[in-house]
């Protein structure tokens, strides 16, 4: 993590979930502040500046829509990164996330707490993106062949599906860098 130690801020009701992801969060190095619903996030997002927000949606007293705008209505808290955890993953949610600005929206059960660090790693490290490969796409297959993967994108220690990570050299020259990487092997 470049020597930089990130603050989180995790907003969730649920006890086990903010106990499962702090920690996650901390064996990764973060500085962990947890609250119990949106109005409690909203306090301590002010007075702790965290360097990321990871919420649930439904709570008592303020949800994580709410949350997300409140934030972006103060100066001071307004560029934190929001990201989204759903415990239903109803597709309306995933829409008015994307509408709010919520950097991402996770699905609980459709990704590990492991791959969520990852993510979220990635984006306050900037210039990295994690792609999803196609493997319908012939260009993939011709890609599988031409490195001799006989498991296709699977990761060979631990099955995950791998992604390309492209390493961001020049954006003016539109310039990267890429490496077929899994998420969780290689996100260590």
Request: include cysteine; aromatic fraction near 6%; hydrophobic fraction near 40%.
């Amino acid at each position: 993590m470049d020597n930089k130690k990130y603050k989180i801020l995790i907003v969730d009701d649920g006890d086990d979930a903010r106990t499962i992801y702090k920690d996650v969060f901390e064996k990764e190095g973060f500085d962990v502040v947890e609250a119990l619903d949106g109005v409690e996030g909203l306090e301590k997002a002010i007075k702790e500046m965290p360097d990321v927000v990871f919420t649930g949606i439904i709570m008592p007293r303020m949800d994580g829509f709410s949350l997300k705008e409140e934030l972006s209505k103060n100066v001071a808290t307004s560029n934190i990164p929001v990201f989204m955890n759903s415990h239903m993953g109803r597709e309306e949610d995933r829409k008015k996330a994307q509408i709010s600005g919520i950097k991402d929206f996770f699905v609980v059960g459709m990704i590990t707490p492991k791959e969520v660090v990852v993510r979220i790693k990635a984006t306050l490290e900037g210039g990295n993106y994690m792609l999803k490969v196609n493997h319908s796409d012939s260009d993939a297959f011709r890609l599988v062949n031409d490195l001799g993967l006989g498991n296709g994108f699977s990761c060979p220690r631990c099955g995950n599906e791998m992604v390309l990570n492209l390493k961001t050299i020049s954006l003016p020259n539109k310039e990267f860098s890429a490496k077929l990487s899994c998420p969780i092997c290689d996100g260590k």
